[in-house]
């Protein structure tokens, strides 16, 4: 739980390369299961790079959900948000749910106060309208107005857990973009970085030349003239 | 069906209570099932507050379901809408049905003409570009663009009804916002209207607090000490 | 599959008729199932006519879904893609899956290359915020960042599938605009923007006579008086 | 609502007819939406047929649906019930909710004592092992504990409702077998019954023939030999 | 976690009372979701009670759900099995997932040959044949041949889990009938188990009355005149 | 799509190992995704062995869905039924549906008569008491009255298809039994029938060992000991 840091050179590279790129590494990997799928960017302009802390609801029961113990300050919801480290990504088991929020901005706020380098909850949240002009990246299934007792009860952090589909274990690094996020294995992420950021190099030049024309065959995957002409432009883009 | 008008200070107030606040008071209140959850805004800024006018679909049958019938004036879909009245919300149980359209641009514009206060439908609108230009708020799944009859039928209206997984009683009060729906039983409008424009103002003080740096704990619910302060905050505020 | 092309003033009506004109046209004629209910438009400010070219994917095998072969030329999806004739849809059978992209920037600029009208999946696309730059309309359940072998496989083209829900043939007529897409069977094709562009006008008459005051009843449908207003209104119009 | 006695010939050929012949002749007829796909036999070896008495749900409010509210005589869940008429099937419209029973061995026995015909719910039933050896057609789509209240609210009888996809008229005809429920609009009724049993007479021939070795094609549907035979056949069984 | 034991007159109880009346218990102190939805019996002629022994899953990741980690002793699925004691349920939340079983006959035999009472899957079981022979109560989605870790990796046992929508904490009470599971809050065990025998018993007499030919009025609810009739029977009965 | 037929060993193999086992030796392969999840055995106590012959739908269309068509020799269902080999299985993409059967008695006695091996359905059949009685494993989600057109088209044999989320190539392996069916990549079919039938001894070994109290460490997977004494009971068992 308390692995060394990442590399500044990892995460620079992670913060510029699309999480598609990302994804198609860890596949390549053998990681087949590894995007949020269901977690939509409520700021789709913004991008987003953490690690993990994670947070875990379970079903509401009647007698335990209620205002009078959310509140505490143990509570396993706020003790988290309380706990979040600058750089760490809040990752939120919201079961799936579409009819209850697991927080606002009032929450947001202050994640991003702390540090946090976002938010990411298979569930949804509420006051989106507002959470939009945070400048501070939150991932969720849409937007839901009720309050979370309605719903669930949070019971653990700092445990893996399951998001959208994808285990997620605390320290893993969290990358978002517009396309959506994927969990990165901690220990792979050295690696998808810098293979990463190769490949989005070259489809940035395969881009420009598709627009211009040429066909995929030959292009992409390069054969050997189109990955020296690539290997002359990126020089030239320095 | 003819109660009371609701008091113009209850209107006012729900007019800018966040649905957030207002399922909070009326799950406070022990009402856990309120949000209306897939009806999602056409015109995210804008905001409704209305009586419910309730209108009910069926599946469509291939006899029935024709434009020789649901053509007629006293069809119920077409009934229900001229009988709008000032201030009323056309609430639609369109069964969860995404491949068809409950109406578009030339309904929601009568609505509009007629002094509604908006639409809310369990299912989906065709036109989608166009309302969005009426200044008119509608809630919605989603677009498609199919007849109704090509799925449903209208059997009723002024009858109570389920919309995405809510009762809404004829006369019941919606309220919506960015984050989506609430059904509000008529009773509790006076009370949730009054409490929730208290806790709304409560939140907004805290959100700032928030944004300045503070723990949640101690500040959201408030101590003795951030109530003080805020009641200081409010009485400068006005 | 080389039936006669489209005549030119098929094409221009099916340009200007909304997406809900031509399905309830279609409805008149029998047909309930032609809208493909999930394929939202990535960019609703453009329009989208065309002939489907259509591709086929089944779910990945481990063994068989790996890069080594889908970047072969005869891949199906690349051999599809390659294939396109001016003026057609590209459209995909993607299993309605969530968790994996057809494709993204580099097939989409492909096909714009090529003279495509468009793109349609059932599954989803990466580098979403790349392809709303694109002014090529694509239609999509969402985005996706992993590539699709972690999830499909491509098998056929130039053959019959489903999409969304909706059977469509090689050579049928897809039209798309903000409320989503309709599949026309061919031989209808030139019937239902003939009544289309009909039923367009006189709605377009009618939400202004809506807009200004007029009930439904006897404007919508019109009576004989509207219907004789239409006409006057429709030749000022030109 | 009071329509003329179905014919006891009717009643009799729909009482051995099978759900699949019968939904054939409909399709025939150009309905494609008449079985109630999720209504599955609790008692598979029993057959149903009988008149439609239809029931609907919402869902439960917390202040209405109490046991104080749905025990009183009127509450529509008891007053459909106690008003049941030989012949009659109970249709409810159940929300397709898993998890809460409409009512289990009390009221079936109830129904089954005033002579009812049978009941088709869209959601679950109670007591399932006891309802299985009350020799009483139970359509649901499986078990379920919990009392109705927990998730719905009797509203309505006597109205169209939909059930598990499908119209349901009062006074419409069930049918039930093995495979499921068929609805049969009433007016159709005496049609379906007497071409649905001819076919049910040439599909046992085919079947022996079939069993037998012949090939489909020739068989089924049958040839001028075939027929000439399924002729003779017929004659000699009476 | 190690609360006093329940009582053996309690146990007796739970052991003959329906889980329909238990859930009617239960709704009527306020608990409206105690009912596993979705876990049905693999042998519905069998009945459970018995104490919560949770044991949690997460999505599996290609690098952890490998044979090597899962058959070491201290993986969670294993420990959680070998720490069984007589009485308890083993309850897993399996993630609602058909397409891996979580176990099959080996692990069933060895909680049975440990006094287990039986065990609770949100998901589904391998050889179901086989657990139909063993006399040992599970409740499961259904069957599915694929080794869980195709799906999933065991994280934690003994802590609060959401198994089919329901809170399960260790200790709570699980009690199995042909129609489901029912979780019961310990603290409530030996009330609802007390009212709930009560209640069986009248609903017995009720069914009684019912198939004799008493309306549902004045019998369910007794009115005083049954409930005198009914305290005869009881006495009678002994 | 002619390989050489499996040898006679092989096939005997795969009738007595479990879909279980067979499962667990793709998986430890590296195919996490070979079980046909949903297709649940009509007959439970019959096994299936076979080689597929696949069968493919579409959504119906309501000019192309019709009985003048369907019936004809060479409509893909048709052709693809009389052209059944002796040990084939028909597997049929019937898109998940639950609404329409994809056939029914006729057309499976007649693959019985064909000597094919099974039938496995991603989607439902008709029929369903009166296949029971067949002797002939049906895999199906279920039973349905409608005939195939109100939904599905067939327009393709013998090409890939996918079934129940699962590939399925002509020529792969098909194995069922009472939990399901899995589908064995056709070059491993020799591989996993020889691994399988060695697991499947062992675990038979363990179950007894369990049943007679050992503990699972130790026991499954194998020690030393356990192991030792396993090739002694198989040496006994012969």
Known sequence: ???????????????????ATLTTQLFKLGFRNTFLSGAKPVSPELRMVGEALTLRFVPAREDLAVFDNITKPDYPQ???????????????DGRGVESAAIGGDIYMSRLKALGAAGCVVDGCVRDFASIRTLDFPVYARGAASPPHPARHLAVDWNVPIGCCGVLVMPGDILVGDADGVVCIPRHLAEEVARTGADLDDLEAFVLERIKAGAAVPGTYPPNEKTRAEYEVWRKKRG
Do not use: F
């Open 1 to 19: 739980m308390n692995p060394a840091p990442l590399a500044t050179e990892t995460l620079e590279r992670l913060r510029r390369v699309a999480t």
């Open 78 to 92: 706020r003790a988290a948000i309380e706990s979040c480290q600058p750089g760490q990504v809040l990752v939120v």
